[in-house]
C-alpha cells in the first residue's frame, strides 16, 4: 500500500527558515511533489523531485532521499505571504498523485 | 500554454439541476483528473483518465458522471447532487515530472 505523513501544523517567524518533512511508503514511485494551498484556492506547484539530493528555486528548496522514502521542504527568509498549507504527493507507478494531509505553515511577525 | 483552465469558477444548483463543470489543458499531458475538497482537507482523488480513458474511479457516486470527448478536454457532469457534495472540484493533468491543477470550481449545492 502507500502512506504519506507530514506534520499538522507548524509556526514560525517571520524572517526565519521553516523545514517540513514528509515521509512516505509505497510500492511504486515516479517522483515527489510538494504543492502550496492557500486557503480557499487550488494548489499550487512549488518542487519536484525523483532523483536523491537537494532541488533549490530561490527561496525554496526541496529534499528526496528515496532509500529512506523522505522528502522535506525548506522555506528560508519566511514572509507571511507564506502561511498556507504545504501538500507532499507522491507519483505512483501509474503516474497518479497519491497527497498527504498537507502542513498548515502559520508564520509569525 | 502552461496551465489549467476550469469553468465554471463558482456554480450555485439545486438538486434537482443538471449542470457540467469544463476542464482544459493544452500542455500535452496524458493524464487527467478529477478531485474534489472540502475545506482543510486534502484533495481527495474521484476520476482518473489516462489516455483519454477512465482508468480510476474512486467508488464516486453516479450523480458524478465523467466524460473525455479528448485529450485537452474533461467534463464533469452532475445530477441530483446533495448539499454534502458542496466543494470546491479540482481539475489536474500530469505526466512525468510535471503537474498542474486549475483553479477550480466552487459548488454549492442547495
Known amino acids: 500500500g502507500q502512506n504519506i505523513d507530514q506534520p499538522t501544523e507548524m509556526t514560525a517567524t517571520e524572517g526565519a527558515i521553516v523545514q517540513i518533512n514528509c515521509t512516505y511508503q509505497?510500492?511504486?514511485?515516479?517522483?515527489l511533489f510538494w504543492y502550496q494551498q492557500h486557503a480557499g484556492e487550488a494548489p499550487t506547484f512549488l518542487s519536484y523531485?525523483?532523483l536523491d539530493g537537494l532541488e533549490e528555486k530561490g527561496r525554496f528548496s526541496s529534499f528526496l532521499s528515496r532509500s529512506k522514502g523522505y522528502s522535506y521542504l525548506l522555506l528560508k527568509e519566511l514572509q507571511m505571504k507564506d502561511s498556507a498549507s504545504y501538500l507532499c504527493a507522491l507519483m505512483d507507478s501509474n503516474y497518479q498523485l497519491i497527497w498527504g494531509a498537507g502542513t498548515k505553515l502559520i508564520i509569525k511577525p | 500554454d502552461t496551465e489549467v483552465t476550469q469553468t465554471p469558477k463558482h456554480l450555485v444548483m439545486g438538486m434537482t439541476n443538471k449542470k457540467s463543470l469544463k476542464c482544459e489543458q493544452h500542455?500535452?499531458?496524458?493524464?487527467m483528473y478529477w478531485y474534489k475538497q472540502k475545506a482543510k482537507k486534502p484533495p481527495e482523488l474521484m476520476f482518473v483518465y489516462s489516455y483519454e480513458k477512465l482508468s480510476i474511479n474512486e467508488s464516486v457516486p453516479s450523480r458524478f458522471s465523467p466524460e473525455c470527448p479528448n485529450s485537452s478536454l474533461l467534463n464533469l457532469h452532475l445530477h441530483a447532487l446533495q448539499p454534502e457534495d458542496s466543494a470546491l472540484y479540482l481539475c489536474?493533468?500530469?505526466?512525468?515530472?510535471?503537474?498542474?491543477f486549475g483553479p477550480g470550481t466552487r459548488l454549492t449545492v442547495t
Open positions: 523531485n525523483v
Open positions: 489536474a493533468s500530469s505526466q512525468e515530472g510535471q503537474g498542474a
Open positions: 500542455m500535452g499531458h496524458r493524464a
Open positions: 509505497t510500492s511504486g514511485f515516479n517522483g
